[in-house]
């Protein structure tokens, strides 16, 4: 194999491929980027034996063939050399090499065989569909803070991507929750997409999902089975497992009957619990909010380190009602606020509470008091 | 003890009636070791500076106690070995002893057991000796001996062979004499002792010798100590010296990071008398019980003083163990006072951890690269190409470092824990203080943090906690249903709240918020374990608190989990702010320090 390519471009291509590879496995092959030239182009393909990704990039290829580096020792150079460098990649399959050389520097990396390289079995995808990229995007941006990283309800460790009836007809949904709070966030569904299977999309997958997710002009072509999950552009393709596990039945716990509502400016809002909650240093840091006739009291009282009140101004008229909440969950709800006020809808002190972005129903988070 | 000084000579006189019937009639020598005691015993109460103890086949044919003390004149020898004579108590007030003896038994009863022979020089007179055989009082008769009391007992239990054959092996009852010989020389550590095996009429062999110890009580004790237990045990015990309401306990306890697998270095004395009380052991138990697993005892050497009045010695016949006119305020002052002691040792870990660590870091030979064949896959030229790709040493620049970051960040140094710079194998801080580094172990470190918290919040507003939207729902055998539901209401007030859930199942509905995301099945899981485990357990408080303890363990960081430079300081000046944080919940050490001297000493510096 020997080929020829401009540095920015393998640069773009590499870094994508070297996040897949996981730091810390025992299996060599695994740190490994399996790079296979054909035609006009090459292949970059790295996987952690859940996650797949494989990138495309244009280059002059003189030979065909194949071959496996390290993944992360390959992008360092890469990184390293000027702006603007023709990079030359020639694979000598019987010294085990690959020689990199760009300019007056030449470096020389040990390979692998391309065989023992674990490519992911292909699948039949019973759905393929397309989505435009900025609505992926929201879809799973807003959902994925919520997604547990207790690993003993595995099963929440991801994004549910389903299909649902939503308040206005079917909808493509994403749903994620850690057992203290929920998001559900909904998007038109796609042509082609109302038979997919739901599938847990895994934490990792949907991080390296958001990459492909960038260029807002994009078409991502979705495929989903039972067990894999496919989204790709022209360039990437990023495969996936997905997680082998039943999500649970989340509607009985969105609460349909809240009918305390306040409605507060949601920025306002996030940096006055923020304020508030400076004063205490504990991991799980309480804010309790006190509403009474169109005024939030927002307090902490950390016995051993100091409290602090604020008040702000809030259409809210229900009875009087005192509700504490973890202050990290406050802000990462507020913070999925885009333009809109919040709106949040309580029951009592104990209940689950709901929170909208204005009067768009395709969006609803859903987060547990703190009882202190 | 407050003995008589060693030349004023008490008056020995026979009780009353009255007195002899109050006073517990008991076997007073069982085995030799008893007999040593008793003896050593009265030689501590004549004052004794210096006590040899001889014996022969593990007492059995001989046991010799010479000691220099007051002595006794050829009136006293006979009302010594006569029953109920002593010079220790008038009989009026046995409420108000002050010596080990006190009942006029002993003598008497090992002059029916053995051939007694009394041999006494009061200082400034003569000497006298009197034998007693089979209960059979010889005549007083003059002789030369040097100032003090020797007292010898030969052929124990020669006239009821059946008591002789309960006896162990010679060894085993020399084993015994020499304990009880340490324990009162922990009492005593002004006083010298010496054991000496005697072989064939000849001393043999010299078992134990502890030379007097002078100056500051508590200097001469630890000394003492040192010799009898170890210097590890005095390096790593906490000077003990508190007072409330006229109880005083003394002595040295030491850091919960030096337990022990059994409870052989708990030594507890009342007045300076060695005692076997349960109360007080279970006292012991209960002040570490936060600091140590179940299966780790602590190691103590503690004298309860108070006024004799408060305490009758009279109720056992070895007097080994006691009642307190007020139990309850002996042991919350066993618990509480070692607590404190404890707390205020707290960031003190084991000092002989950092002696441990320094064996375990011997330089060693530069390894061979060696691959693990059995976790590999059998990709089949692997092994050739990754030899070539395995450098000696990852090449500068590239390749990760094997899951260690440094952290060129710049704190103060001046903190008793220091400054963390690395964190190695995502669970151990290494941190740079002002004279060494401290590896701290961050998932041990982090629980006992979280159950401080726990006990702190709950002993203030009470444990904030964390509703759940999806309860966590558990099927259950019928008696851990039972057993769960019945202590709900005590979970709840631990922020820990349960309902039943119909037939055998119970739902989590709120857990202690500070244990975050922790899984709240496994959280359960713990809690049902631990309730089943603590049928007898101290008190409803101290099984709260094991169950907290229990509970922080899934609050905690875990290990394999990377911190940030900040993560790591902020949780070494938590540590710092924490009483007994230099140990998890287990006893297990969450830190060790190593001094630069002792790096050095590594490399051959010095
Ligand atoms: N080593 C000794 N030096 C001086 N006096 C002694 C010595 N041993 C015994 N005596 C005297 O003999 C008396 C009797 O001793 P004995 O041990 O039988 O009784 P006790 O010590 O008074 O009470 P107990 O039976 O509780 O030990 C003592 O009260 C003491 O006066
Ligand atoms: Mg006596």
Redesign the pocket.
């Known amino acids: 194999m020997k080929l020829s390519i401009e540095r920015a471009v393998l640069l773009k291509a590499l870094a994508q491929a070297q996040s897949v590879v996981e730091r810390r496995n025992t299996i060599p092959i695994l740190a490994n980027v399996l790079i296979e030239a054909e035609g006009a182009t090459v292949a970059f393909r790295a996987t952690d034996l859940d996650i797949e990704v494989l990138d495309r990039a244009p280059a002059m290829v003189e030979r065909a063939g194949a071959t496996t580096v390290s993944a992360v020792m390959l992008h360092e150079i890469v990184r390293k050399l000027p702006d603007g460098a023709l990079v030359v990649l020639a694979a000598d399959a019987a010294a085990g090499r690959l020689a990199i050389t760009a300019g007056r520097s030449s470096f020389s990396l040990a390979t692998l065989p391309r065989e023992d390289f674990p490519v992911m079995a292909s699948s039949e995808y019973a759905t393929n569909f397309a989505a435009p990229a900025p609505v992926l995007r929201r879809l799973f941006d807003k959902a994925k803070f919520a997604i547990s990283t207790e690993e003993t309800r595995y099963y929440l460790n991801g994004v549910y991507m389903h299909v649902a009836r939503g308040p206005e007809g079917t909808v493509l949904r994403c749903v994620a929750t850690d057992g203290h709070r929920l998001a559900q966030i909904d998007a038109a569904l796609p042509e082609g997409a109302s038979a997919m299977p739901g599938v847990i999309v895994p934490r990792k997958t949907v991080g390296e999902l958001r990459k492909l997710l960038e260029d807002d002009e994009a078409q991502i072509a979705v495929s989903v089975s039972e067990t894999k999950v496919r989204f790709a552009t022209p360039q990437v393709t990023l495969t996936s497992k997905v997680i082998d596990g039943t999500f649970p039945d989340y509607s009985r716990v969105i609460p349909q009957g809240n009918t305390r509502k306040l409605e507060v400016d949601a920025a306002e809002f996030a940096k006055a619990v923020d304020r508030v909650a400076t004063v205490s240093s504990e991991r799980s840091r309480a804010v309790k909010l006190t509403l009474e006739d169109d005024r939030l009291i927002l307090s902490v009282n950390a016995p051993d380190s100091g409290a602090a009140e604020e008040e702000l101004a809030v259409a809210y008229d229900a009875d009087r009602l005192e509700i504490g909440f973890n202050a990290k969950y406050l802000l990462e709800i507020a913070g999925q606020v885009d333009r809109e006020n919040a709106v949040f809808l309580f029951n009592g002190s104990g209940d689950p509470t709901l929170m909208r972005e204005g009067n768009d129903m395709s969006a609803t988070y859903v987060v547990m008091p703190m009882r202190v | 003890m407050n003995s008589p000084a060693p030349n004023i000579r008490?008056v020995?006189r026979l009780l009353d009636e009255a007195a002899i019937n109050r006073i517990a009639a008991g076997e007073?020598v069982e085995r030799p070791a008893s007999a040593v005691k008793?003896l050593v015993?009265?030689?501590l109460?004549?004052g004794a500076r210096r006590i040899a103890v001889d014996y022969a086949a593990g007492g059995k044919v001989l046991i010799r106690v010479t000691?220099d003390?007051?002595?006794?004149g050829p009136d006293?020898l006979p009302l010594?070995v006569a029953r109920h004579?002593?010079?220790?108590i008038d009989g009026s007030d046995l409420l108000n002893i002050r010596s080990?003896?006190?009942?006029?038994?002993?003598?008497?009863s090992l002059g029916s057991v053995g051939r007694l022979s009394i041999t006494?020089r009061p200082r400034g007179e003569e000497g006298h000796r009197l034998v007693v055989e089979g209960g059979r009082m010889g005549a007083v008769a003059p002789c030369s001996a040097a100032p003090g009391?020797v007292?010898e007992l030969r052929d124990l239990f020669y006239a009821t062979p059946a008591r002789l054959k309960f006896l162990r092996s010679d060894r085993s009852e020399a084993s015994a004499i020499a304990e009880v010989v340490r324990r009162l020389a922990m009492a005593e550590p002004l006083v010298g002792f010496v054991v000496t095996e005697v072989v064939e009429g000849e001393p043999a062999r010299v078992i134990l010798r502890l030379d007097p110890e002078n100056g500051d009580f508590f200097d001469a004790l630890q000394r003492r100590l040192t010799r009898l237990l170890g210097a590890d045990f005095t390096a790593n015990a906490l000077r003990v010296d508190v007072e409330r309401e006229g109880l005083h306990l003394s002595g040295y306890a030491a850091l919960p990071t030096y337990s022990r697998g059994t409870s052989v270095q708990q030594f507890l004395f009342v007045n300076g008398r060695p005692v076997q009380d349960r109360l007080l052991y279970g006292a012991l138990r209960v002040a570490y019980f936060d600091v140590l697993s179940r299966d780790r005892h602590p190691a103590a050497v503690l004298n309860l003083s108070c006024d004799p009045e408060r305490v009758d010695v009279n109720v056992h016949p070895a007097k080994s163990e006691v009642r307190f006119r007020e139990p309850e305020a002996a042991r919350s002052l066993i618990i509480t006072g070692l607590r404190t002691v404890l707390a205020q040792g707290g960031t003190r870990a084991s000092s002989t951890l950092g002696t441990a660590t320094l064996q375990a870091l011997r330089p060693e030979a530069p390894r061979v690269y060696q691959m693990d064949l059995g976790a590999r896959p059998s990709f089949t030229t692997l092994a050739r190409a990754y030899e070539a790709q395995a450098p000696a040493y990852p090449p500068p620049g590239f390749a990760e470092m094997p899951s260690a970051r440094v952290e060129p960040v710049a704190e103060p140094s001046s903190a008793p824990l220091g400054a963390a710079r690395a964190q190695v194998h995502e669970n151990y801080i290494i941190a740079q203080t002002a004279t060494g580094i401290v590896i701290v172990d961050q998932h041990a470190a982090h629980e006992r943090l979280v159950y401080e918290k726990l006990k702190a919040q709950r002993d203030a507003a009470g444990i904030p906690t964390q509703a759940l939207l999806i309860p966590e729902i558990l099927e259950l055998s019928s008696s851990d249903h039972a057993r769960l539901m019945e202590a709900a209401e005590a979970l709840a007030s631990l922020g820990l709240v349960i309902e039943p859930f119909g037939g055998q199942a119970v739902a989590v509905r709120e857990v202690p918020a500070i244990l975050g995301q922790a899984s709240a099945k496994a959280l359960l899981a713990d809690v049902i374990d631990e309730l089943g485990e603590q049928g007898d357990a101290p008190s409803l408080k101290a099984r709260m608190d094991a169950i907290l303890s229990r509970m922080a363990c899934h609050g905690s960081i875990r290990s394999g989990r990377q911190m940030r430079a900040e993560e790591m300081n902020a949780l070494l000046r938590e540590m710092e702010a924490t009483p007994l944080s230099g140990q998890c919940n287990h006893g297990r050490p969450t830190y060790v320090e190593l001094k630069l001297s002792d790096i050095e000493r590594l490399f051959g510096r010095t």
């Open positions: 008490p020995i007073v008793e015993e009265n030689a109460d004549a000691d003390g007051c002595g006794m006293d010594a004579a002593t010079s220790k080990f003896g006190f009942r006029g038994e002993a003598l008497a006494s009391t007292i």
